[in-house]
Every structure is written in C-alpha cells, then in structure tokens.
C-alpha cells in the first residue's frame, strides 16, 4: 500500500496532535510527512496560528546569533568567513598600519567572533585611550526592522541597568547603514568557552558566578526588565570568576509590554529556556530565574540539563521532564547546591524563589558557609537536607509533571510544538526521516576488552536507547558507564568515571556482534605521562554471558533471594554483580543481623563519629595550610631583613666616604683662605708703604693708586675665601644630618621588620601547637569511629548462598537497613530442574505481569 494513501487521511491526524498513536506509527506518520505537502498543510491548519512559523523559523536561526569568544565563529562552508568579510569591506580606512580599519572614532584591532546576527569586534576608542568590544549588525540584516529593533532594545534595555555584573553600553551608532553598539571589552571568556575547555566548575566557583548571575538579574528585574535569554554564552568572565557580565539583551522585554502577555511567540535559546518560555506563554522575572538554573546545572556537570537532537525535543524535555540529577553526574557537588539549583528549575513559577533578589541572599549565606565552614550555617532554606545527609533519589522526587487532559493549554502546546516539528521536518529533510527509522541495538550484557577486562551494561527503564553499566579496568579499579543512543550518529556516546579523579567520554556501534569505538580522557583527569588521552577499543561478549542473553537457556521464571533477618547487607560474594554467573552454593552476599534499637544507637554514634573526624581532619589541613602560609611568610621576612641590613651597610660606607670628602674640602678651603690672609697682609704692608711715599710726594699717584687695588682685590679674596669656608661646613652639616636620618630610618625599618618576624615566628609556634593538638584529636576520633565500626562489625552475620545455578539480576545497592524477606536480587535458572518445587519466593515475573494489568 501506498504510504501517502494510508496516512492522508484527517483522523489520524488529530491522533497525532493528541498523541494517540503508537510509537511505530509516530515514526511513519513523521516520514511521510516530510514528502506529502498535502499533510503539512491539514497539520497546519489545526495546529496553530501561521505567527508560530515564524516564531519558530526565528528561533531555529536565532540559537547563538552573537560569540563574544576570540576565535568562536568556526562555521562549514566559510559562510562565518564570508559574514566577517563583509563586515570589514564597510571599515573605514585608517593610518595604522597595524590597523584592520575605522569605524566611527574607534580603530579596529581584530575580530572578537561572530555569528548570524553580525560580528564583534575588537577597537580602540583614540580619545579615551581604552579598549572596547564593538557589536556590529552583519550588511544582510541591516534591512531588516525585526534587528534593528533587537540592536536598540539591548541598547536601552542594557543602558537602563547600572549594576557591576551588567555589560555597559558605551555609545550606539551607525557606520554605512549598519547600526553598531560600542561596549567595555571583556579580558576573559565566555562562561561557555570556559566550560568547553575546563570541563566542570568547582562549589566555590559555582557559587561565586550565580551569586553575580543573580545580582546583574535582581538589577534588572528593578527595571522591570525580563532578560529571557540568560545562557553560558551571554556570560561574560571579565577577570576570571572574581566578575562577570551579563550581556546580549536583545530580546529583553519589559514585564508590562504587550508581548510579554502574548500567547505562542517563543524566544529565547531551547537549552535554557524555562517551560513557560518553551510553551508561548507569558512570563515573568521568575523564567530568569529557571535559565539561572540552567546555567549553574550546566556549570556543575559540564552540560546542559536538557539535551536532545532536536530543538522540538529540547522543548518536550524542559516540560516534560526533570534533567538528570546533578550529584548523579559530579559527586562533588554538594547536596544543598543540587537542592538550590532544582529550585531554580522547578516547573512551575510559584514553586521558584520569588526573585533575584531572594536568590542574591540565600546565595551570599552560601559563600560566606564556603569561606567560613565552621563558623557560618547554610541559608535554613538549603541546609535542612544537607545537615542530614540525605539524598533523593529520582524515583522519588516529585517532579511536576505536564498535563494531559484535553484543556486548552495543553492543545495549545501540542499544536504550537508540532509547527516546530513542521520547521524541523522542512529543515532537515530526509535526514530527520534517517534518523527516526535507526533504532538502537540491544548492547546489555557482559563484554571484555584489551583495556577494560570486564564490562557489564543495562538498559534504563523507561528510557529507549539508555543504558548504565560498571566496568573493570586492567588495573582492577571499578568504574561506573552510561550511554545513549544517537540516532543522528547512529551510534552510543556517553561518558565514564573511575572515583573521582579520572572521567572521559566514550563513543561505539555495534559491529558484527563487537562494540567497536573509542575512550577519550578528559583534560582535567590526572593519569600516566605516557598513558594516551585518546585510544580504540574492541570489546567481546564474555563466555559467560553469552548463556545469560540467549532466551532459550532460560527455563522457568527468576526467584526472589530474600533476607533472612533485619540487617544489612556487610559484603557481597566474590564477582557478585548485575548479570554475574553463579554456582549452587555460592556466597551471594552476607548480612549482619540488626538489632534495631541498640544498632540505631550504634549507627547514629558512628555517623556522628564520622562527622567528627571529618571536621577534626579538615581542621587539621586547615591549620596545616596556616603554617605553610606562615613559614612562607617568615621565610619572605628574613630575606627582607637580610636586604635592609645589606643595603643599611652599605649606606653606612657611602656616607663615611662622602662626609670624610666633605671634611677635607673644609680643610683644603681653610689652607686657601690662609695663602689668601697673607697675601692680604702683604698688601695691606705695600700699601701703607705706597700711601707714606706719596703723602711725602715721593711717589707718584699711580703707584698709589695701584697699591691701594692691590689691597682691595686681596680683601675681596678674603672675603671669597670666607664664604667658601662657610659653604663647605654648610655642606658638611647638611651630608652630616642626611646619614643620621638615614640611618635612623634604616634602624626604623630593621625594627619593624624584626617585630614582624617574632610575630610570625610567635604564630607559627601557636599554629604547631594547634596542629598537635589538632592530630591528637583526628587520632582520638578515629580511634572511637574504628571502635564503633568494630562494634557493629561483632554482629551476628548471616550468610545467603545461591539455591541453584543460574545468574544474577537486579542487585539492590548495599547501602541502607533490609527489612526482614527485604529483596536481595533475583536469581534466573540455567534449567529448569534447579528451581525448588516447593519454593515459596516471590517470582519477579508475576509483579512485572501485575504491574502491566495496572
């Protein structure tokens, strides 16, 4: 039968937009699809206004219009290339060489990135002597007045916000008919970038970046500002993590603006949109806040809470569903951040925090905890979980979940996403019909390698294509695995982790009964010099598990392995795990018997036990970092005492010389004032000579007359010769006064500074004693926590064998108290003659035909 002649037909297309149809016949429906216009236009026509195409359309082309990040706007075919070229065509010319060109006042340096809306440009603003980051609009779009109107919204949104954590809008203006907005220059990346290249954040960093995040936002909440669009990318890292900006709010809106309220127009990029956003609805502050949480989720592992191959899939998962639980992919995140964070992202508004503002709080409570552990309590709002320990699992957290009744919100949505699955239909083509008709084969089962000796992998539940497994190395260190199948790739991708040290990526397909791929190292993971970060493998079914998979080695249903008693389980058998082989009489794991009361005490002493050393332990490296810091600090004190003492020394020997040679000019001007004196002395006695002559008229005027200069000129030498004396002691004095107050300030310093070495050293005393004191404590409290585990361990222990050969599923995680008949895994028959007959265990296979029924 023909396709087209099976499907045209207008029931099953409202089957389709009230999701009435089976997943086989979604898949043929969407192929045919793509080929039959007749369809699209039915489908059209009652799934939603022709405004949502639009919408749509813009938001498929919109996803990443502007990069910040030097070097980002890498794109097939030079079409990235080209868009920069235009651009820099319309510069004007300059004078320096150096130079790219001129626009305005400002010389353009380079190109920062760029992407479908325009480019970013590196300049220098001449008259203010700074660099500045210049958006300018590519020459495609000048004409439209959809992105004139986004290049002025950003320009008066962001303008309107004064706040350290918001980008500044220096000036807008127009160069050649392309509008332009002049901006501070960012020395950092991008959030994104940073996560690109260093994989996730640490807690404090974490912290530190959404308590600025929040602030920029509670800014321009004030405003009465929706950003819509908060995502890594628009996360500017000015000077590290220590400040950042908040930029690109070109579809920032006004709460009161009419298209805020209205119904079906999406904005905003899928990844990070809230579920309101993601619906057509209106929003308000609180959608911020949603994408906020986004933004730390993907800071905390490293991607995006929601992913998919689609934008139309992105969409389903941000409504539909709750994004993977964050301790599950980074341990080390604490719990009371998970807890913040799946606040922020809670599907409904009214279950978010009411505001920025209230964000900027709980989060400033949370830094000053991470500076300050022992001193500062968590906000009450994250720490009721955290002090407990506990730890939610996915199956019970109460996600809010999307409607499906027939009422006019949710026919909205089904219709406003199903034009989205129109655009991409059209957009990808036959592509899209490729990926939906590949289907992922069955991997679960035990395998082994070259490189890792034992692989075991499981489906997920309820989740097509997903699958988690565990993993030993050659080293024998156990691993943790999960993959998921990509229909566009046509092959598994996921990611692995050995503790908490050593983590990468892993990529496979099924090749003639082999899994064929490679494993990749992530750059922050410490391993060998010579270990490579990128290697293939090939990995085998294992003997034994090649019986497991074969359905017609199993003869009869699964039985139930119970606990005896009220217990936990101390330790499983040897090679006890999903899917393992075992013999009749094998150890299947060994329970201790719980006397509820007295072990209750017991466990809450050793928890409490465990705390204790945990803070005497971190006291201890606190104090120990202290001391480092001190004998450092000491270290650089010595060595500046050592300095002033050389450079006091050698001042003392310059200034000796320098006033000795003060001194003898003294002397030598005193020896030439006394030649002077006589020379006086013998005019004065010529002249008396001269002046008795010519009173008698013995001699003539002229001689008299020169005598009389004669004894001028020597007074006038002895009066030089005075005033030279003088300036000689002057100076002296002057050198004389300059060492003592030198060396007075020389004799200051070393004073200081030795005041400040006894003080150091005086702490460093203290902190020792600390450091004993603190070692002391440690050992006392591991002392009484060994005690108490030696306590527990004295418990009666029950051992569980296996009844019968077969092999092992479902194993229970061996933390927590088993109730009495409490599940210990399931046990499958190799044949039939090894199930008692009169067992009365529970068989898996009826709770599983139960739960069908229901």
């Known amino acids: 039968m023909n396709p087209i002649e099976k499907v045209c037909n207008l029931q099953c297309i409202e089957d389709y937009l009230d999701e009435r149809l089976s997943d086989s016949a979604v898949v ?7 080929g039959c216009e007749h369809c699209r236009t039915e489908l059209q ?64 340096i380079g190109v920062v990135g760029f992407g479908g809306m325009g480019a970013v440009l590196k300049g220098f603003d001449k008259s203010l002597c700074r660099v500045v980051a210049i958006k300018m609009m590519a020459p495609h779009l000048a004409g439209s007045g959809s992105a004139r109107r986004r290049f002025q919204r950003e320009a008066k949104a962001a303008a309107a916000i004064t ?17 332009y907005l002049v901006m501070p220059f960012a020395r950092g990346p991008s959030l994104q970038k940073r996560i690109n290249e260093s994989g996730p954040l640490t807690t404090h960093e974490v912290v530190r970046i959404g308590l600025q995040i929040a602030s920029g936002l509670a800014a321009a909440h004030e405003q009465g500002l929706v950003h819509r669009d908060i995502k890594p990318a628009n996360i500017l890292l000015n000077e590290g993590n220590e400040r950042l900006w908040i930029t690109d709010f070109g579809i920032a809106r006004a709460v009161d603006d009419a298209s805020m309220t209205q119904t079906g127009v999406i904005a905003g990029t899928p990844q990070y949109m809230s579920p309101e956003q993601a619906r057509g609805e209106s929003v308000d502050q609180r959608s911020d806040l949603f994408s906020m949480g986004s933004v730390l989720y993907t800071a905390c592992t490293g991607r995006p809470p929601f992913r998919s191959e689609s934008a139309y899939g992105v969409l389903r998962r941000i409504t539909d569903t709750a994004p993977r639980r964050i301790i599950e992919i980074n341990p080390d995140i604490p719990i009371w951040l998970c807890r913040l964070i799946e606040r922020l992202m809670e599907k409904h508004p009214t279950d978010r925090f009411k505001g920025a503002s209230e964000v900027v709080k709980v989060l400033e409570g949370c830094m000053a905890h991470l500076q300050q552990p022992t001193i500062v309590e968590l906000p009450q709002c994250v720490a009721s979980s955290s002090r407990s320990g506990e ?4 199956k019970d957290k109460k996600w809010p979940k999307q409607s499906r009744s027939k009422s006019t919100h949710s026919s909205y949505w089904r219709r406003t996403r199903n034009w989205i699955l129109i655009c991409l239909a059209i957009l990808a083509g036959s592509g899209i019909a490729a990926m939906q008709m590949t289907k992922p084969e069955d991997i679960s089962g035990r395998w082994s390698g070259e490189k890792w000796k034992s692989v075991s992998l499981t489906t997920v539940e309820k989740a097509s294509g997903w699958y988690t497994g565990t993993f030993t190395n050659l080293d024998g260190r156990q691993g943790a695995l999960q993959l998921e199948w ?16 050593l983590s990468g990526s892993v990529t496979l397909r099924v090749s003639a009964n082999e899994l064929r791929g490679a494993v990749a190292v ?26 497991r998979f074969h359905t017609d080695k199993f003869k009869g249903p699964p039985t139930a392995i119970q606990s005896p008693v009220i217990g936990h389980i101390v330790r499983w058998g040897e090679g006890i795990r999903e899917n393992s082989h075992v013999n009749k009489g094998d150890l299947l794991a060994e329970v201790a018997n719980l006397d509820s009361e007295y072990l209750d005490r017991l466990k809450k002493q050793l928890a409490d036990s465990a705390v204790q050393v945990e803070a005497a332990k971190k006291t201890l490296e606190s104090d120990r970092r202290q001391l480092e810091a001190m004998r450092s600090i000491v270290a650089a004190l010595k060595s500046q005492q050592s300095v002033y003492e050389k450079v006091a020394n050698e001042f003392s020997k310059a200034s000796r010389i320098v006033v000795d040679s003060a001194k003898i ?21 010529e002249f008396d000579q001269q002046k008795m002559l010519f009173d008698k008229r013995l001699v003539s005027q002229l001689k008299f007359k020169q005598a009389e200069r004669k004894l001028k000129q020597a007074e006038a030498k002895v009066k030089n010769a005075e005033t030279q004396i003088q300036s000689s002691k002057n100076e002296l004095n002057m050198k004389l006064n300059d060492r003592a107050s030198k060396q007075a300030k020389a004799k200051a310093d070393l004073a200081q500074v030795a005041a400040q070495l006894n003080k150091a050293l005086a702490d460093i005393a203290r902190l020792e004693s600390d450091i004993a004191k603190a070692e002391s404590h440690v050992a006392k409290s591991q002392s009484v926590y060994e005690e108490l585990q030696t306590k527990l361990s004295r418990q009666a222990k029950i051992i569980v064998r296996a009844p019968f050969t077969g092999f092992v599923t479902d194993v229970i995680d061996a933390r927590g108290v ?3 008949g409490g599940l210990l895994c399931y046990l499958w028959p190799e044949v039939a003659e090894n199930v008692p007959e009169n067992s009365s265990v529970e068989k898996k296979h009826s709770n599983e035909e139960a739960d069908a029924d229901d």
């Open 391 to 394: 730890s939610v699992s996915p």
């Open 163 to 179: 706040h350290e954590n918001v980008i500044d809008i220096y000036g807008v203006s127009e160069e050649n008919g392309l509008p």
């Open 28 to 34: 043929e429906f969407e192929y045919h699809l793509i």
């Open 486 to 501: 990509s229909r566009l790739q046509r092959r598994y991708n996921g990611r692995w982790m050995i503790g908490d040290d």
């Open 522 to 547: 992530d750059s922050y993971s410490r391993v060998a010099a010579k270990m490579p970060r990128l290697r293939e493998f090939i990995w085998v079914r294992s003997p034994d598990a090649v019986k």
């Open 665 to 685: 000019k003294v002397e030598t001007t005193k020896a030439e004032r006394d030649e002077v004196f006589a020379e006086l002395e013998q005019a004065r006695a």
């Open 818 to 820: 088993l109730k009495k």
């Open 45 to 108: 026509k009652r799934s939603a206004e022709p405004e949502i195409w639009r919408d749509a359309i813009a938001l498929l082309s919109s996803i990443d219009s502007f990069s910040h990040d030097q070097n980002s706007g890498e794109q097939s075919n030079g079409q990235g290339d080209q868009h920069v070229s235009n651009v820099l065509e319309l510069l004007a010319p300059t004078d320096d060489p150096e130079m790219l060109g001129r626009i305005g006042g400002y010389e353009i």
